[in-house]
């Protein structure tokens, strides 16, 4: 190749070089051109917050403990910061709000809110500091008892009165129980039947009170005289402020029973061999067992000595046919009543007509001055030479 050609490519190929140099020389400049632009429209959509600068959030309640009350609500709010002025607490969304101070003090703020309808509430905590920063919410739920509540309660029951041979009377109580009402949501609250509140009159013509707890099942009345009555206390659930009582219901005392438990057999005429026969069924006051004098083997008079446990009084005999094996028309169609004090000298209280063919209760009214220690019961005629009898019972 000449010296002339060669000249002519480098010539050639300088020229190229230069103008690539060029285009990307204005590339450049373009790309810095779009970039700066692009940047100032994002600049554009972020101003508005830089300019206002960093937000800054007043410190939240801690923890707060709820109380479901009678058409009320109390919140214990626990603050662990200085920092803070008011605390606002709204509820019905947002609708109903209340301002509790805090003046930067920490501890245990309480609030009872009150006239509340009966449901299920969701409430929010907002706290302020002193320079009207606020704080992001704290929410929890509550919930308020009403007359929805209270009508689904009911008296805890009696099972029976009875009197000791200190002639105290006691009050023997159904156990405890737990309604578990649905009574606002979908959610079984842990409802609990605190306490009974027991009143009556003592000899000396003062109204006492005595408390009797859900987990008791018996209370003893001293120096009762009248008018005993009762009301049931409950609490809707373990967080309750509140307690929801029963109306009082006055109690029938006609039939205050002697307990049967104190006493014990002194002596006796026979029975027939066997436990389901023994004397000792004719004291446990149950109608369902029987005593059976000796078949074959014995005679009226047919009796037995009853040791009460004490010296008691009482007004009334009540006197049980038995209902073993369906009933038994062998009891006695007359009877008799002695008392004595010291198992010794007896007093008469009376021979009385005994209805055998009846399974109810038959009661015998007597006139006993001062009180007695045993009771003699003999069996003076009936249909065969033995007996059978049911249980017999004393009524204070």
């Not at 609500?73 to 603050?79: D, V, Y």
């Not at 929890?140 to 209270?150: I, K, P, W």
């Not at 004397?279 to 037995?304: E, K, L």
């Amino acid at each position: 190749m000449n010296l002339f050609k060669i000249k002519y490519l480098q010539v050639f190929s300088e020229g190229i070089r230069r103008n690539l140099l060029k285009i990307m020389f204005i590339n450049c400049i373009l790309l810095a051109l779009i970039g700066q632009q692009s940047c100032s429209k994002m600049n554009d959509l972020h101003k508005p917050y830089l300019d206002e600068g960093e937000y800054i959030y007043a410190e939240k309640v801690d923890t707060v403990e709820v109380g479901s009350g009678n058409e009320r609500i109390q919140l214990k709010m626990h603050i662990n910061s200085e920092s803070i002025k008011t605390a606002r607490i709204f509820w019905n969304n947002n609708m109903d709000s209340v301002d509790v101070d805090i003046n930067f003090q920490k501890g245990v703020f309480n609030k009872i809110i009150t006239d509340l309808n009966e449901q299920q509430y969701i409430f929010r905590f907002v706290t302020f500091d002193g320079f009207g920063n606020k704080s992001l919410p704290y929410e929890t739920e509550g919930v308020v008892y009403g007359s929805n509540y209270q009508n689904t309660i009911s008296n805890r029951t009696i099972t029976s009165l009875t009197a000791n041979s200190n002639n105290e009377i006691i009050v023997n109580w159904a156990e405890n129980f737990d309604n578990n009402i649905e009574a606002i949501s979908t959610e079984n609250f842990d409802e609990k039947l605190d306490h009974t509140t027991v009143l009556f009159t003592d000899i000396n013509g003062t109204e006492i009170t005595n408390k009797v707890l859900g987990s008791d099942l018996s209370n003893v009345l001293t120096d009762f005289s009248s008018d005993l009555k009762y009301n049931t206390g409950f609490l809707p659930d373990s967080t309750s402020i509140d307690f929801f009582y029963t109306d009082f219901v006055s109690v029938n005392t006609d039939r205050i029973l002697l307990d049967v438990n104190e006493w014990s057999i002194e002596d006796f005429s026979s029975e027939h061999p066997g436990g389901d026969n023994t004397v000792r069924n004719f004291i446990d006051g149950n109608q369902g067992t029987r005593w059976h004098s000796c078949a074959g083997c014995s005679s009226y008079p047919h009796w037995v000595v009853i040791n009460l446990g004490g010296d008691v009084s009482f007004s009334s005999v009540e006197i049980f046919r038995t209902t073993f094996e369906g009933g038994d028309s062998r009891a006695p169609d007359k009877f008799q009543l002695e008392v004595s004090t010291d198992n010794a000298t007896w007093v008469d209280l009376g021979t009385f007509d005994f209805d055998r063919f009846s399974d109810d209760g038959q009661i015998f009214p007597v006139d006993l001055s001062g009180t007695a220690h045993y009771l003699r019961f003999t069996g003076t005629e009936g249909p065969e030479n033995n007996m059978v009898l049911g249980a017999i019972q004393l009524l204070k």
